[in-house]
């Protein structure tokens, strides 16, 4: 680390002040952040105490260059395009400078001006001192004036834009580019122009940094950082949703003007239109093979979240079809495997032993079977499904025939699909919410108990709501015969059957009332249809 001595003219003395710099091995100086400028200049600040034992000079001392490190800073937006203004080495050099104060001791002890509204000056010299032959001034929006001495061959090698701007004047000798939004990044991205190994500069950058290099090179159309900064982007992690954004969108603007990004994007996209519909259909088949528990939570949980955004998409982006089709072959077979498994444990004579493997697959195969419904309630596609368990009359002749802790988590999966249409996010035909009730709701009654104590995600309350409005949208005569059939049940075992009595009481004014009030209303209405002629005479 360098050390430069920044000099000041004061009352009574010279005041020194020494700001370290860093100086690269390619010999150039970088630029200081805004906190640098103003603890610089609040150390100069001509209204400070002079020392009383040195006398005060009698000639101006010319300001030096100064030369700070470059520090981190909050990111800025995108720099806009500068306003270029061409002048001769004569007008840079008569820019405006803060004059050296002239004021009495007495007059050092008035308020002190804010620090933000003193000038931000600095000068930075490229390359081996002495040997720059043009300057280049950069005024920021933040009030910053940037000085560069620079070398003409190398701005006029690296970048298009300084190429041409100097091929247009080939005699001058400084360039004055007005509103810069970034200055730093503009002073770092000329300094990179005398690197050698750029990319081991910019490694020690972050993504947000890098950008902002990115931006403002391809603004000079420095064409070798650009290169960098995007070999750069292709290699380095992108942390959190916000900065891919970010980057994928400062990419595609370069793609956009004819850059070639391609090794950048293709983190986020694929050279193929349409991802395999066996991708999808491969991860399915894992989680449902898995036979580890915690594994297989975490990734249906995972799997169906990422599902539902993938839902959220404009019809026209998802392959809705191809999605649904491999889903329902997945719950075809895995109805096949439960109807296998049943046969299996409803077999006379099946020792104990035996059947403590067949419980586990029974449960997991319905657990898969409860997975893939949650997957097309959430498409908007789980009718089929419906229809598909209403047709599983063997399954429920077998159900009977098996012990209630092998074949309770079936009923879970009816009830489920009561609960969906009791809030209609699956809309099955008469006939087929019909078939449900009449082959899966005595069955779900006889595991009631066992659903109740036994299973920690079984709600009650749901689980009888959804019942009750499953059969609420039947034929009021289909109502009467399966409400009268749950009375007789629910008189003989109480808690140990599903409570429907807001279904009953709902088909009974159905029923008893609406008849009645209807009559009654039809018999007003002809009375006071007759009652007009009357009336009108």
Same mark, same amino acid.
């Given at each position: 680390?360098?050390?430069?001595?920044?000099?000041?003219?004061?009352? %009574?003395?010279?005041?020194?002040? +020494?700001?370290?710099?860093?100086?690269?091995?390619?010999?150039?100086?970088?630029?200081?952040?805004?906190?640098?400028?103003?603890?610089?200049?609040?150390?100069?600040?001509?209204?400070?105490?002079?020392?009383?034992?040195?006398?005060?000079?009698?000639?101006?001392?010319?300001?030096?260059?100064?030369?700070?490190?470059?520090?981190?800073?909050?990111?800025?937006?995108?720099?806009?395009?500068?306003?270029?203004?061409?002048?001769?080495?004569?007008?840079?050099?008569?820019?405006?400078?803060?004059?050296?104060?002239?004021?009495?001791?007495?007059?050092?002890?008035?308020?002190?001006?804010?620090?933000?509204?003193?000038?931000?000056?600095?000068? =930075?010299?490229? %390359?081996?001192?002495?040997?720059?032959?043009?300057?280049?001034?950069?005024?920021?929006?933040?009030?910053?004036?940037?000085?560069?001495?620079?070398?003409?061959?190398?701005?006029?090698?690296?970048?298009?834009?300084?190429?041409?701007?100097?091929?247009?004047?080939?005699?001058?000798?400084?360039?004055?580019?007005?509103?810069?939004?970034?200055?730093?990044?503009?002073?770092?991205?000329?300094?990179?122009?005398?690197?050698?190994?750029?990319?081991?500069?910019?490694?020690?950058?972050?993504?947000?940094?890098?950008?902002?290099?990115?931006?403002?090179?391809?603004?000079?159309?420095?064409?070798?950082?650009?290169?960098?900064?995007?070999?750069?982007?292709?290699?380095?992690?992108?942390?959190?949703?916000?900065?891919?954004? &970010?980057?994928?969108?400062?990419?595609?603007?370069?793609?956009?003007?004819?850059?070639?990004?391609?090794?950048?994007?293709?983190?986020?996209?694929?050279?193929?239109?349409?991802?395999?519909?066996?991708?999808?259909?491969?991860?399915?088949?894992?989680?449902?093979?898995?036979?580890?528990?915690?594994?297989?939570?975490?990734? &249906?949980? =995972?799997?169906?979240?990422?599902?539902?955004?993938? #839902?959220?998409?404009?019809?026209?982006?998802?392959?809705?079809?191809?999605?649904?089709?491999?889903?329902?072959?997945?719950?075809?077979?895995?109805?096949?495997?439960?109807?296998?498994?049943? &046969?299996?444990?409803?077999?006379?004579?099946?020792?104990?032993?035996?059947?403590?493997?067949?419980?586990?697959?029974?449960?997991?195969?319905?657990?898969?079977?409860?997975?893939?419904?949650?997957?097309?309630?959430?498409?908007?596609?789980?009718?089929?499904?419906?229809? $598909?368990?209403? #047709?599983?009359?063997?399954?429920?002749?077998?159900?009977?025939?098996?012990?209630?802790?092998?074949?309770?988590?079936?009923?879970?999966?009816?009830?489920?699909?009561?609960?969906?249409?009791?809030?209609?996010?699956?809309?099955?035909?008469?006939?087929?919410?019909?078939?449900?009730?009449?082959?899966?709701?005595?069955?779900? $009654?006889?595991?009631? #108990?066992?659903?109740?104590? %036994?299973?920690?995600?079984?709600?009650?309350?749901?689980?009888?709501?959804?019942?009750?409005?499953?059969?609420?949208?039947?034929?009021?005569?289909?109502?009467?015969?399966?409400?009268?059939?749950?009375?007789?049940?629910?008189?003989?075992?109480?808690?140990?059957?599903?409570?429907?009595?807001?279904?009953?009481?709902?088909?009974?004014?159905?029923?008893?009332?609406?008849?009645?009030?209807? +009559?009654? %209303?039809?018999?007003?209405?002809?009375?006071?249809?007759?009652?007009?002629?009357?009336?009108?005479?």
């Amino acid at each position: 680390m360098a050390e430069i001595r920044l000099t000041r003219v004061e009352q %009574g003395q010279t005041k020194i002040k +020494n700001v370290p710099i860093a100086v690269t091995p390619e010999g150039f100086w970088c630029c200081p952040s805004p906190v640098v400028f103003q603890k610089s200049l609040k150390a100069q600040n001509p209204l400070n105490k002079p020392k009383p034992s040195s006398p005060p000079p009698k000639t101006s001392v010319q300001k030096k260059p100064v030369s700070v490190p470059v520090c981190e800073r909050r990111a800025s937006a995108a720099p806009a395009p500068s306003r270029l203004v061409l002048s001769d080495d004569q007008q840079c050099a008569t820019a405006p400078e803060r004059p050296p104060p002239t004021t009495s001791v007495a007059a050092e002890r008035t308020p002190r001006p804010k620090i933000e509204s003193l000038p931000k000056k600095v000068a =930075i010299e490229f %390359g081996e001192p002495g040997t720059c032959d043009m300057k280049v001034v950069l005024l920021g929006k933040q009030g910053f004036c940037v000085k560069l001495s620079v070398h003409r061959d190398v701005l006029t090698e690296k970048s298009c834009f300084f190429s041409e701007k100097l091929s247009e004047q080939s005699g001058l000798s400084c360039l004055q580019i007005g509103d810069c939004e970034d200055v730093e990044i503009y002073v770092e991205t000329v300094g990179l122009m005398y690197c050698k190994e750029m990319k081991q500069r910019l490694m020690k950058q972050s993504v947000s940094r890098i950008l902002r290099i990115l931006k403002v090179a391809e603004f000079l159309g420095f064409s070798s950082c650009i290169q960098s900064c995007l070999e750069y982007l292709e290699a380095v992690p992108w942390v959190g949703e916000e900065e891919e954004e &970010k980057v994928v969108s400062t990419v595609l603007q370069l793609q956009a003007e004819g850059i070639g990004v391609n090794p950048v994007l293709k983190r986020v996209s694929s050279d193929i239109s349409n991802v395999p519909k066996d991708t999808l259909s491969h991860i399915i088949e894992l989680v449902l093979k898995s036979n580890e528990e915690r594994g297989r939570r975490e990734m &249906k949980s =995972i799997v169906l979240k990422l599902l539902r955004e993938n #839902n959220s998409l404009p019809s026209y982006a998802r392959s809705t079809d191809i999605c649904n089709d491999m889903i329902y072959r997945s719950c075809r077979s895995c109805l096949d495997s439960l109807l296998s498994l049943f &046969k299996q444990a409803a077999e006379p004579d099946k020792p104990s032993e035996e059947r403590d493997p067949l419980t586990k697959c029974i449960a997991l195969e319905a657990d898969n079977l409860s997975w893939l419904l949650e997957i097309l309630i959430d498409k908007q596609a789980a009718d089929e499904f419906a229809l $598909m368990w209403a #047709n599983q009359q063997e399954l429920a002749v077998l159900h009977a025939k098996l012990p209630t802790v092998l074949r309770y988590h079936v009923s879970c999966l009816s009830g489920r699909l009561y609960v969906g249409i009791g809030r209609g996010e699956l809309l099955p035909s008469k006939d087929t919410r019909q078939l449900l009730l009449q082959t899966w709701l005595q069955p779900l $009654m006889n595991d009631y #108990n066992w659903l109740q104590h %036994g299973c920690r995600s079984f709600d009650r309350k749901l689980v009888e709501e959804g019942i009750g409005r499953t059969i609420l949208t039947l034929p009021l005569e289909d109502q009467q015969s399966i409400l009268l059939s749950w009375l007789g049940s629910f008189l003989k075992t109480g808690d140990s059957c599903p409570n429907l009595q807001r279904a009953f009481e709902v088909w009974w004014r159905r029923t008893f009332i609406r008849p009645y009030v209807e +009559n009654q %209303g039809n018999v007003a209405v002809s009375a006071d249809s007759s009652m007009l002629p009357k009336q009108q005479e």
